[in-house]
């Protein structure tokens, strides 16, 4: 059987207004994709490789259900079980990935980190490189252009014989760069062309979430969004932008932690998703990103939000709305909304921009990436979400925002953050759920009303704006403890909402994308 809590689902997005070249542009981009598909496999364990050949190879029993359900998965564990295997044989998944040697542990890792130099552990530490062994057994850190030769050589090609074919020159300068920072593993101008795009296509290839460095969120795993821009979509929420500073301004924290100059205003893109592929394809889907994670380029350049339309359409249909049915009391159900679930997604994206970034500890300057370790994924996913919320309600306040959204966003909310509870705890965004579903809850904003839960609008505001403060101040402060203390009191799963999520077994819990749209027609 395959995996029944994904839900295939076809992804199309309307080509119809590409000229020829630039059609020809993503058969190139689709190609280069599948590159990054099978370098995030290598990432993720170093024995994906051979094992799915094996799977590859056994064409009867169960061998064609095991194949789907690896690729689902990208590995031999299920990212919804706590990374339980469904293979035989297999080992623990491990948490380091392939980013570190196979016999060090965590501490070890550290422990050598810690005695290195500092430009030297900076290396190290950084998004681009693995951890090896030298010859005589002491580790090294190998650069992804050394130890993906091969691949980011023929990945490298694509772009420049994509960027030989577009008419749009900031698309071909981005792929140009890209194709370059692949050979010399320096992403800082090609982010900066990416920031920098203005165009029909809007392609993301490279490593770039560090989420599957377990251990210290490291490390950049491989992935690529090949996307086309939705145009009236883009335009209609451009004007958000226009709002970061004040609510930067605003924020719920101690005013020497705002950022007085944000700088560039962050771009925001509605694009239609072509092909997915590596991290951006595993498990659950991503349904918007807020790239590049390049503190550098983000001071210098901000970031840029996407939002990937046609996969959160998708995943509303089939998951949110039958995920409110269940959980959510009679009365609240009719509040959830498409445009509240947008809008809130679009929110988070622009708060992952907002809030402390570069921060300084004891007259140290560091990031709040850097500070946090492990604990970073989840609290930054939190504050993204709730920080999300807390702008919507003043953009709703102040007019800029519909009314609508307004009656219909913390019912949306709570709905969605059922769904994201089922990705399991061990995850960021679900961990960071759960911190904040605990919170409402301890705070009276949310109730359960005969096993249902239900909004109270009136407590939901304090409650969104105290969590906010909360988690912003400590990322200001880059304290490790208190980001530990908050994910080990609020990041748990509590016997009533257990109930709850067992009535949603045959809701699927995401959809499964197929790409069999006409990109290469
Ligand atoms: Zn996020």
């Known amino acids: 059987m395959p995996d029944p809590r994904f839900a295939p689902i076809e992804i199309s997005a309307d080509l119809s207004g590409l000229p020829e070249s630039e059609r020809a542009v993503l058969g190139k981009l689709v190609e280069a994709a599948r590159i990054m598909d099978a370098l995030f496999l290598r990432q993720v364990w170093a024995g994906n490789d051979a094992l799915l050949q094996t799977l590859a190879r056994d064409t009867r029993g169960t061998g064609p259900d095991l194949l789907h359900r690896f690729l689902l998965n990208k ?18 998944k491990p948490g380091g990935a392939n980013f570190y040697p196979i016999d060090m542990t965590r501490e070890e890792v550290q422990r050598w980190l810690d005695g290195l130099p500092e430009e030297a552990r900076n290396r190290a530490a950084g998004f681009f490189t693995v951890i090896r062994r030298h010859g005589n057994g002491s580790p090294v850190a190998v650069p992804y252009s050394q ?26 300068r981005f792929l140009r760069t890209r194709a370059d920072a692949f050979l010399s593993d320096d992403y800082y101008e090609s982010d900066v062309a990416w920031m920098e795009l203005e165009a029909s296509i809007e392609p993301v290839i490279g490593p770039y979430e560090v989420y599957e460095d377990e251990w210290f969120n490291f490390k950049a795993a491989f992935e690529a969004f090949i ?4 145009v009236a979509g883009t335009a209609n929420l451009r004007d958000f932008a226009g709002h970061l500073q004040s609510l930067e301004n605003a924020l719920p924290i101690d005013p020497r932690y705002r950022n007085p100059r944000l700088g560039t205003l962050t771009p925001i893109r509605v694009v239609n998703v072509v092909f997915t592929a590596g991290d951006a394809n595993r498990g659950v889907q991503t349904a918007a990103f807020n790239l590049p994670n390049d503190e550098r380029v983000i001071r210098e350049k901000g970031s840029k939000s996407v939002m990937l339309k046609n996969v959160q359409e998708a995943k509303f249909k089939t998951v949110l ?18 445009d509240a679930f ?3 997604i679009l929110l988070h994206e622009l708060m992952h921009g907002l809030g ?26 939190a504050k993204a979400d709730i920080s999300g919320l807390w702008a919507l309600q003043r953009l709703v306040d102040s007019g800029h925002v519909p009314a609508a959204i307004g009656r219909s966003m913390y019912s949306t909310f ?35 009303v005969d096993g249902h839960f239900v909004v109270r609008s009136d407590m939901m505001r ?60």
């Open 321 to 338: 709305q039958p995920i409110a049915a269940r959980v959510l009391t009679p009365g609240a159900r009719p509040d959830v909304s498409f």
């Open 75 to 92: 590995g031999p564990w299920s990212r919804l079980d706590h990374s339980a295997p469904f293979v035989s044989g297999v080992p623990r």
């Open 356 to 381: 402390p970034h570069d921060i300084s500890v004891a007259g140290r300057a560091t990031t709040v990436r850097r500070e946090l370790k492990d604990m970073y994924s989840a609290i930054e996913e």
């Open 147 to 172: 130890e993906y030769q091969p691949e980011l050589g023929m990945a490298a090609r694509l772009l420049r014989e994509a960027a030989q074919l577009t008419t749009q020159p900031t698309l071909s």
């Open 414 to 448: 709570l709905a969605s953050m059922f769904r994201s509870l089922r990705f399991g705890i061990n995850e960021a965004h679900g961990r960071g759920v759960a911190i904040q579903l605990n919170h409402f809850l301890d705070a009276g904003a949310v109730q359960l």
């Open 342 to 344: 947008f809008t809130h």
């Open 462 to 521: 304090r409650a969104v704006e105290l969590l906010t403060s909360e988690v912003m101040t400590l990322q200001a402060e880059g304290s490790y403890e208190k980001a530990e203390a908050l994910v080990a009191r609020l990041g748990v799963l509590r016997p009533e909402v257990q109930r709850a999520l067992a009535r949603l077994q045959d809701v699927p819990v995401d959809i499964e994308p197929q790409f069999k749209a006409a990109w290469a027609g």
């Open 227 to 230: 996307t086309v821009t939705d």
